[in-house]
Antibody
Framework: QVQLQESGPGLVKSSETLSLTCTVS????????WSWIRQTPRKGLDFIGY???????????NYNPSLGSRVTISVDPSNNRFSLQLTSVTAADTAVYYC?????????WGTGTTVIVSS | DIVLTQSPATLSLSPGEGATLSCRAS??????LAWYQQKPGQSPRLLIY???NRATGTPARFSGSGSGTDFTLTISSLEPDDFASYYC?????????FGQGTNLEIK
């Protein structure tokens, strides 16, 4: 069955860029939309955005307006993975980050990766 | 943003009892309401989508109901494995939003 695995640095300095990758195994990335969601004890679960693969290596995206222009989600179909970039991070971006399949009701989730923003 | 308010925040019950969890939306989400279960240290697991459809692998003791702004997740007879946190989530509007969760604990 489809499995997702997040990877990336667990510690990011304040004002720098958080970069995470989600590798999809057991299925193709080409047939679905793919999301990033984060969770903190204070704010709970927060939808960051999603990308839907549209061929020619690209995809359509939808980002949470609360993150403004700080977020970019991209897809790499040749390696069956997709990525998150979040710029100008602050302590408020400290969270467990999940990748998931689906842009509406995600049905398969990665195990999550903790990212701490340090000053 | 559509705000989802879950109640109660904590529910203390015993195995074998029935559980009723509520989720109220700040505006209509049509039938685009899902429920997730999350255990400590794990990622959320989809239980119910579009109000009442059980996801693959969801036991029949879990059922969802409601429409518009008021929704319910019912667990007919609690098993020890059911004690966890539960979240509702809507896909009617953007951004997708989650409720703050109900913690179902063993009494």
């Amino acid at each position: 069955q489809v499995q997702l695995q997040e990877s990336g640095p667990g510690l990011v300095k304040s004002s720098e860029t958080l970069s995470l990758t989600c590798t999809v195994s057991g299925g193709s990335i080409r047939n679905y939309c793919w999301s990033w969601i984060r969770q903190t004890p204070r704010k709970g679960l927060d939808f960051i955005g999603y990308i839907c693969y549209e061929g020619s290596g690209g995809g359509s995206t939808n980002y949470n307006p609360s993150l403004g222009s700080r977020v970019t989600i991209s897809v790499d179909p040749s390696n069956n993975r997709f990525s998150l970039q979040l710029t100008s991070v602050t302590a408020a971006d400290t969270a467990v980050y999940y990748c998931a399949r689906g842009g509406g009701t995600p049905d398969v989730w990665g195990t999550g990766t903790t990212v701490i923003v340090s000053s | 943003d559509i705000v989802l308010t879950q109640s109660p925040a904590t529910l203390s019950l015993s195995p074998g009892e029935g559980a009723t969890l509520s989720c109220r939306a700040s505006q209509s989400v049509d039938n685009y309401l899902a429920w997730y279960q999350q255990k400590p240290g794990q990622s959320p697991r989809l239980l119910i989508y579009d109000v009442s459809n059980r996801a693959t692998g969801t036991p029949a003791r879990f059922s969802g109901s409601g429409s518009g702004t008021d929704f319910t997740l019912t667990i007919s007879s609690l098993e020890p494995d059911d004690f966890a946190s539960y979240y509702c989530q809507q896909r009617s509007g953007w951004p997708r939003t989650f409720g703050q969760g109900t913690n179902l604990e063993i009494k």
